[in-house]
C-alpha cells in the first residue's frame, strides 16, 4: 500500500474530497477536505476515514495513520 492508493480511496469513496497522504512502510500521514465533515466532530471525521480504511488498517497495510480532517 502506498500513499497514491490511500489518496485514491478516500476521493472515490468520500464524493467531492480532496485527499493529501504521504508516508511509505505502512505508516502514513493524511490531510483530508470534505464537506462531509462539515458539523461533525474531529472523532466523528476521523471515524469516516477509518472506515474507509479499516481492511487496510485490519490487514496491517496501513498500521499508523495520522489524519488532519477539514472542511473547505
Known amino acids: 500500500m502506498n500513499a497514491e492508493e490511500i489518496e485514491n480511496i478516500i476521493e472515490t469513496s468520500l464524493n467531492g474530497s480532496k485527499a493529501s497522504v504521504s508516508g511509505e512502510e505502512g505508516k ?3 490531510t483530508v477536505t470534505s464537506n462531509a ?3 461533525l466532530s474531529i ?5 469516516i476515514i477509518y472506515k ?4 487496510h488498517i485490519s490487514s496491517g497495510a496501513i498500521h ?3 489524519i488532519k ?3 473547505p
Not at 474507509?52 to 481492511?55: I, P
Open 52 to 55: 474507509l480504511l479499516d481492511q
Open 43 to 47: 472523532v466523528k471525521q476521523h471515524q
Open 28 to 30: 502514513f500521514e493524511a
Open 69 to 71: 480532517a477539514q472542511t
Open 64 to 66: 499508523a495513520l495520522s
Open 37 to 39: 465533515f462539515e458539523g
